[in-house]
T-cell receptor, first 116, second 112 residues
């Protein structure tokens, strides 16, 4: 089992460029999440998908879009990158079928994004 | 407002010198509290889940404890390979699984 995988590992963009971050999990999990991690701050939720076919905004969704392509894959798109989106992006998944269950989230290795 | 605060921000210990990391939380009821380890350039790695005050869990040199207002991660006789950032996260009682709140972490460094 690879767990949660993310591509690319590192990306440099110019302001205004677009890109898609890819995430896949092989644990047959229902829920998937996108976080960003900035120095001195905790992980902040951008978007999540409670199940295949559904997506919802998290704490910091502005400037991002997501697609839950199937049960395994959840992508994050930056339509017009800004320097404020320079960050490390983590994808996570959890087994959850019940919205209020205590679910352990398992994380991918991250994508480091630099926007110039 | 729900909040998670970890202290200290950074901790440097000598190999074998035991200590504790603190995670204090302010939430309207706790459904669960998580500890993760994060190595530089890697994603967070799950360590423990605690559900109720008085609960303890152990793994090798780490022991996590939980009270009604805080959790401690005790590290006994640490080794250099225990150097990492340790993250705490809470799942408030009246929130869905998507509303987990993370602290900013404690960066632990163990000198040989």
């Amino acid at each position: 089992n690879a767990g949660v995988t993310q591509t690319p590992k590192f990306q440099v963009l110019k302001t205004g460029q677009s890109m898609t971050l890819q995430c896949a999990q092989d644990m047959n999990h229902n829920s998937m999440y996108w976080y960003r991690q900035d120095p001195g701050m905790g992980l902040r939720l951008i978007y999540y998908s409670a199940s295949e076919g559904t997506t919802d905004k998290g704490e910091v969704p502005n400037g991002y879009n997501v697609s839950r392509l199937n049960k395994r894959e959840f992508s994050l798109r930056l339509e017009s990158a800004a320097p404020s989106q320079t960050s490390v992006y983590f994808c996570a998944s959890s087994e959850s079928t019940s919205g209020h269950a205590v679910e352990t989230q398992y994380f991918g290795p991250g994508t480091r994004l630099l926007v110039l | 407002e729900d909040q998670v605060t970890q202290s200290p921000e950074a901790l440097r210990l000598q190999e074998g010198e035991s200590s504790s990391l603190n995670c204090s939380y302010t939430v309207s009821g706790l459904r669960g509290l998580f500890w993760y380890r994060q190595d530089p350039g890697k994603g967070p790695e799950f360590l423990f889940t605690l559900y109720s005050a008085g609960e303890e869990k152990e793994k090798e040199r780490l022991k996590a404890t939980l009270t009604k207002k805080e959790s401690f991660l005790h590290i006994t006789a640490p080794k250099p390979e225990d150097s990492a950032t340790y993250l705490c996260a809470v799942h408030p009682r009246y929130s869905s699984a998507s509303k987990i709140i993370f602290g900013s972490g404690t960066r632990l460094s163990i000198r040989p």
